[in-house]
């Protein structure tokens, strides 16, 4: 009897549902998440204040949100103003990036998108928003305290008025390398998958990888080439690249490693 294969998600489980935890486990596989980060919403009135206020509400024209954290903080601002206010900003024109942040902005009620599944990352994005967008119009960036710059670089670089709106921060969960060995030991290196899906609370884990006798036997994948980039500066070359960072294009791309 073939051994089950295992995968180890370095992410927090999605809930109620986790598409890389239904896709993978309809698949046959086995699966264990590896929580990284603790996500905190910034105060309730910070958001909710500029979300009704009238520079947001009419004079703004386009949103970026590009990652689930902010779009969580976002929903539970929404609850929490008037359904007219709630109204006028689901028609703004919201970019995004990745398939699931579209499809989570798009259940929110937003009917106006662009990026998501055409944009899996934030250069493609950036590029996207210069073909669409007149610099003269005002974007605002829903984001976390800690994040890449490549949208607001480019952006401002091409003269777009842009504002940015922390509505999150992330900290590192106490014990990670703790909690990844528990879950990691007795694996067979060549029976068992690593998944990184941010370099964010994975120093340690990549210090424990690289330093292993047998790092080359270990399958490690990358959900997109930002963290394939950051594994390879540490050392680190995944053996497989999702095509798209869903959960969709990893188990494709998991199966076809495991057959060759």
């Known amino acids: 009897m073939t051994q089950q294969t295992s995968v180890l998600f ?10 890389y935890h239904d896709a993978f486990n309809t698949s046959g ?5 590896v929580p990284l980060l603790d996500h905190i919403h910034a105060d309730l009135s910070l958001i909710t204040g500029y979300l009704t206020s009238k520079e947001f509400l ?7 949100i590009t990652s689930q954290r902010a779009v969580e903080a976002l929903a539970n601002a929404l609850e929490h103003i008037t359904d007219d206010e709630r109204s006028i900003i689901l028609k703004k ?5 990745g398939p699931a942040t579209e499809k989570v902005l798009r259940t ?4 106006r998108l662009e990026g998501g599944a055409d944009a899996g990352n934030g250069t493609i994005l950036s590029e996207h928003i210069i073909k669409t967008l007149d610099p003269s119009q005002k974007v605002t960036f829903f984001t976390g305290e800690t994040r890449r710059d490549i949208i607001p670089k480019t952006l401002v670089s091409n003269g777009y ?3 940015e709106v922390v509505i999150y921060r992330t900290v590192e969960k106490p014990e990670i390398i703790e909690r990844f060995t528990n879950a990691f030991t007795g694996k067979k290196s060549d029976n068992c998958w690593v998944i990184f899906f ?4 994975t120093q340690e884990i990549v210090e424990f990888l690289k330093v292993l006798p047998n790092i080359n036997d270990i399958n490690i994948a990358s959900i997109g080439p930002t963290t394939e980039t950051y594994l390879l500066e540490n050392g680190i070359t995944p053996k497989l690249v999702a095509r798209k960072p ?3 294009s990893l188990l494709q791309g998991v199966i076809t490693a495991n057959q060759s």
């Open 10 to 19: 370095l992410k927090n489980q999605t809930v109620p549902k986790d598409p």
């Open 29 to 33: 596989f086995d699966t264990t998440f």
């Open 58 to 64: 009419y004079e703004t024209d386009s949103l970026i």
């Open 93 to 97: 024109l919201a970019f995004t990036v």
């Open 108 to 111: 929110l009620g937003f009917s």
């Open 161 to 163: 008025n842009l504002k």
């Open 198 to 201: 941010s370099p964010q609370g």
């Open 246 to 248: 869903e959960a969709s």
